[in-house]
């Protein structure tokens, strides 16, 4: 069983950044691919970025690239999302994801494909 828990959230003003940290706890991380969505209130949960196992692969959603970016460490079992010139836009639960199917090639922007989940790190950008 997978256990991921995140780190990192905040409160920050418009412009400002933060850094987010998804620490895997079992299981081989280095076949994870990685990912981020997020959730504001009254809305579906979205996706924010992924990174494939083989780290050379990496997704964005259009309303964060250029401004945020994922990577990986995997001799310390861990993800990060660092996320530049935040708006108030960007205000929401941000959760962790892994898909540890090991597919080739790239990473997946689809949530139904990751089936291990954190429990959610608020971020709340002010304007």
């Known amino acids: 069983q997978v256990q991921l828990i995140e780190s990192g959230g905040g409160l920050v003003q418009a412009g400002g950044s933060l850094r987010l940290s998804c620490a895997a706890s079992?299981?081989?991380?280095?076949?994870?691919?990685m990912a981020w969505f997020r959730q504001a209130p009254g809305k579906e949960r979205e996706f924010v970025a992924a990174?494939?196992?083989?780290?050379?692969?990496?997704l964005y959603a259009d309303s964060v690239k250029g401004r945020c970016t994922i990577s990986r460490d995997n001799a310390e079992n861990t993800a990060y999302l660092q996320m530049n010139t935040l708006k108030p836009e960007d205000t929401a639960v941000y959760y962790c994801?892994?898909?540890?199917?090991?597919?080739?090639?790239?990473?997946?922007?689809?949530?139904?494909?990751?089936?291990?989940w954190g429990q959610g790190t608020q971020v709340t950008v002010s304007s």
């Open positions: 994801a892994a898909d540890t199917r090991r597919t080739p090639y790239s990473a997946s922007r689809s949530i139904k494909n990751y089936g291990f």
């Open positions: 079992e299981g081989t991380f280095s076949t994870y691919t």
């Open positions: 990174v494939h196992w083989n780290g050379a692969s990496t």
